[in-house]
Every structure is written in C-alpha cells, then in structure tokens.
C-alpha cells in the first residue's frame, strides 16, 4: 500500500510568508505527527492529529499550526516566516494515537531566504 | 534541554564489523525506546524498539540493549554491512505519561560502513 505523501518536496519562500504543507496518511491510519528536523536539533515534534483533533503539541511558537481533515489528511501552516523556519518538516502516520511505530514520509525541505 | 542524546555524531566501522550505536536519556517517564534509520532524501524507517520491561530485544542483524538504572540504551548491528551506512536516530517514548505519541529524538549518529 502506498506510503506516507507529503507535498511539495521542496519550497523556497522569502521571510514574512506563510506556507502551507500537505502530508497524507497510509490509507487507514487516522494518527498525524509532524516533526521538524534541523542540522543541530535533530527531530523536534511540533505536534500531533487524531480523528481531527490536536492531541499533543510541542514547544513552538503559535506561528506553527496545523489541522487535519475528515479523510485523515493534515495539513501544517506557518506564518510570518522566519529565517530560522528552514527545516525538513517530516510528517508521520500511525495507526493509533499510540505512536510508537511511526511510518514517516520523505519531508519537504523549506527554505526561507 | 536534550532528554535525548547521541554523543557520538559519526561512526566508522568495517563491513563485517560490529556497529555499536549508543543512546543516553534523562527523562525517567520514558518507558519504549525506537531506533530509525535514515538515508538522505528519504524519511526515517523504524528499525526496532523496546519497552522498559525487557533489557534485550533482537531482530536479525539488530539488537537493541536498554540500560535502565544507566538511562542508557545501545543498538547493535552484526555484521554491519555497506547499506547499513545511513543516520541512526534514537528516540523514546512516555507511553503512561498520557503523550504517549510524542517522540523524542536524539540529534543522529551517522554509521557509515566501509569495505
């Protein structure tokens, strides 16, 4: 069965935007988790959907917010881009709200100039 | 705060080889341990796991030894071999904490292995 699909897979945006990024589930799981990974910090957890709800939120500021959809299907918003914002945003799926297996996509690499 | 750490950023190790990644937490609540795998371009591949109620859980070429008193686990690879090169990422869990999906990951150990 096709795997976890996050689009785009590369985005440049200039500081002060705001960027939307797609991440859609293997078929049947309903747990979304997205994770910003850095050169110095490894994979930070941003925060995690189930069935439509934000379940567990790490420590970003609100610039960072996400939803996702009836279908399981999420999304990740950050606004007022800064400089610091360019990552890999990995997003993962899983069967349950346990998380302890997570199949992760293949990331989309934000770069803010 | 770092409550999960991989001290060593790369290893270097012959095919063959015994490749032995280490993994060191602080947080007490943390009771299940992950190890992924990533290759460049691609999104980390769950390796193997273990919960804190075993010391020892092995799966092929991969063992993964948990330390509890130490707040130290290791992951092992026997024989390492060439596609076993890749970032080796730790991470744990607080299954009882009641955020139980939230997983917290070390900064990698990138293993590369050589002829």
């Known amino acids: 069965k096709a795997g976890v699909t996050q689009t785009p897979r590369y985005l440049i945006k200039t500081r002060g935007q705001q960027v939307t990024l797609s991440c859609s589930p293997i078929s049947g799981h309903r747990s979304v988790s997205w994770y910003q990974q850095t050169p110095g910090q490894g994979l930070q957890f941003l925060f995690e959907y189930f069935s439509e709800t934000q379940r567990n939120k790490g420590n970003f500021p609100g610039r960072f917010s996400g939803r996702q959809f009836s279908n399981s299907r999420s999304e990740m918003n950050v606004s007022t881009l800064e400089l610091g914002d360019s990552a890999l945003y990995l997003c993962?799926?899983?069967?349950?709200?346990?998380?302890?297996?997570?199949?992760f996509g293949q990331g989309t690499r934000l770069t803010v100039v | 705060d770092q409550q999960v750490k991989q001290n060593s950023p790369s290893l270097s190790v012959q095919e063959g080889r015994i490749s032995i990644l280490n993994c060191d937490y602080t947080n007490s609540m943390f009771d299940y341990f992950l190890w992924y795998k990533k290759y460049p371009a691609e999104g980390p591949t769950f390796l193997i796991s273990?919960?804190?109620?075993?010391d020892k859980n092995e799966d092929g070429r991969f063992t993964v030894f948990l330390n509890k008193s130490a707040k130290h686990l290791s992951l092992h690879i026997v024989p390492s071999q060439p596609g076993d090169s890749a970032v080796y990422f730790c991470?744990?869990?607080?299954?009882?904490?009641?955020?139980?999906?939230?997983?917290?990951f070390g900064t990698g150990t990138r293993l590369q292995v050589t002829l």
């Open positions: 991470a744990a869990s607080a299954r009882n904490s009641g955020t139980a999906s939230k997983l917290t």
């Open positions: 273990i919960s804190s109620i075993k």
């Open positions: 993962a799926s899983s069967l349950r709200i346990m998380n302890t297996e997570a199949f």
